[in-house]
C-alpha cells in the first residue's frame, strides 16, 4: 500500500528520517497504577533468561495505521523486552532495500509487493516472512455514499467499469485537465489506478494528494460541501468512522489479470497483510522476532489506536499504552 493506510505522521517523502525511541526500561506496559491483575510479572521474569534484545530497527511507512502498528509493537517491545527501538519513517520500496544492510530488521504491514519478494525473500534470501498481522486490506474506488444514493447506475462498475465516463464532468477538477479526477494519495503507496484507467478505458488521470492527511481532508471538504469525489482508499482505515464512503468494485482480481502492469482491467486483489523481517534479525536469537512474529490482530485493533492518536490527539506511546491496558491477553500471547 502503498495504502490511503494524522498530521505528519503520514510522510510523503521517499528518503528515510530516523526517529529513535527512548532505550530500555523496566516497565510493563500495564500501569503503573493499574490493577495488578494487569501487571505481566511472569512475562517479565521469562524476558530476564532470555538472549539481551538490543536494537530492533522498524521500518515505519507512511500511514497511520501502519504507525498504530509500531506503536503497541514498539512499547511492548520496549517495556515488556528492554528493547532499543528504532523507529524509521521510509516509504515501502525503501524499507525493503534496508534489509540487507541491516538498516532495517522488520516492516510490520505488508501490501503484497510480489516482486519485492521476489529479489528480497526468494532470491537474495535477504528477508522473511514473518507471518500475518491478522489485518486484511482492501484497496479501490471510493466515492462519497450520498452520491451513490443519487445516482445508483455508478454501483454497476463491477460489470459496466465505464458507467463512469457518464460522470466524468462531474468529478473533474482543475488539476484534472478536462477529465475525471481519481484523487491518489502519496505517490509510493501500491497503486494500479492508471493502469486501470487504460485497462478499462475511462476517461479519468490520477492526480496525487501527496498523502493520507492530504486524501482524508480533501474526502471530508467534499462530504462536507455535498460535491463528488473518487478516491483511492483503502481499510483498515481509521477514517472510514468519520465519513460515509461506498467502494465501488470492478470485475473480480483473478492470478494474472494484472500482469500488464500499464492495461489492467480487474480490481485490485484482496491483501492478507503480513510482517516482513531480515534474515539476519531472524536467525539472531533476539526476543524480540518472537514478539513481531506472533504480533497479530484485527482491523478495529488497529483503528481504535489510529484513531486515538490522529483524531484523539494522543500521542504514541499513551495510544499504545490505552490499548495494552484493555487487551492484555491479546499481547501477552505475543510473548510466547
Known amino acids: 500500500m502503498t495504502l ?3 498530521g505528519p505522521r503520514r510522510l510523503a517523502a521517499l528518503v528515510a528520517t530516523f526517529g529513535i525511541i527512548v532505550g530500555a526500561c523496566s516497565a510493563t506496559p ?7 491483575s494487569n501487571a505481566p510479572s511472569a512475562s517479565t521474569a521469562a524476558a530476564a533468561s532470555m538472549a539481551p534484545c538490543g536494537t530492533v530497527n522498524l521500518a515505519v511507512n507512511p500511514w497511520v495505521g501502519y504507525e498504530a502498528n509500531a506503536a503497541v509493537l514498539g512499547y511492548v517491545l520496549q517495556h515488556e523486552l528492554g528493547c532499543t527501538v528504532v523507529k524509521k519513517n521510509i516509504d515501502e520500496n525503501t524499507s525493503w532495500q534496508g534489509f540487507p ?5 522488520a516492516i510490520l504491514e505488508n501490501w503484497g509487493h510480489d516482486d519485492l519478494v521476489l529479489k528480497y525473500i526468494t532470491t537474495d534470501k535477504t528477508a522473511q516472512d514473518a507471518g500475518p498481522t491478522g489485518n486484511e486490506g482492501i484497496i479501490g474506488w471510493y466515492i ?3 452520491f451513490a444514493d443519487a445516482n445508483p447506475d455508478i454501483l454497476t462498475t463491477k460489470t459496466n467499469p465505464q458507467i463512469l465516463n457518464k460522470y466524468a464532468d462531474q468529478f473533474k477538477t482543475s488539476e484534472s485537465g478536462g477529465k475525471g479526477q481519481i484523487l491518489d494519495g502519496d505517490p509510493s503507496f501500491v497503486t494500479q489506478d492508471q493502469a486501470m484507467i ?6 479519468f488521470k490520477v492526480v496525487y494528494s501527496g498523502s493520507e492527511a492530504a486524501s482524508n481532508k480533501a474526502i471530508q471538504s467534499a462530504i462536507d460541501q455535498k460535491k463528488p469525489i473518487l478516491a483511492y482508499y483503502y481499510t483498515p482505515n481509521w ?10 468494485e470492478f470485475p473480480a482480481y483473478t492470478p494474472g489479470c494484472d500482469a500488464n502492469k500499464t492495461k489492467i482491467a480487474c480490481d485490485y486483489p484482496p491483501y492478507h497483510l503480513n510482517k516482513i523481517v531480515s534474515t539476519k534479525f531472524a536467525t539472531s536469537g533476539s526476543p524480540a522476532y518472537t514478539v513481531i512474529k506472533n504480533f497479530t490482530w484485527t482491523n478495529d485493533d488497529q483503528n481504535h489506536v489510529a484513531a486515538d492518536i490522529t483524531d484523539g490527539g494522543m500521542s504514541d506511546e499513551d495510544a499504545a499504552k490505552k490499548w495494552l491496558d484493555a487487551n492484555p491477553d491479546k499481547w501477552k500471547a505475543w510473548l510466547g
Open 4 to 6: 490511503v493506510r494524522q
Open 198 to 203: 487504460n485497462g478499462f478505458g475511462l476517461n
Open 30 to 36: 500495564a500501569a503503573s497504577n493499574a490493577p495488578a
Open 239 to 248: 477514517f472510514s468512522a468519520k465519513v460515509d464512503l461506498v467502494h465501488l
Open 144 to 146: 462519497p455514499k450520498f
Open 101 to 105: 544492510t541491516g538498516e532495517v530488521d
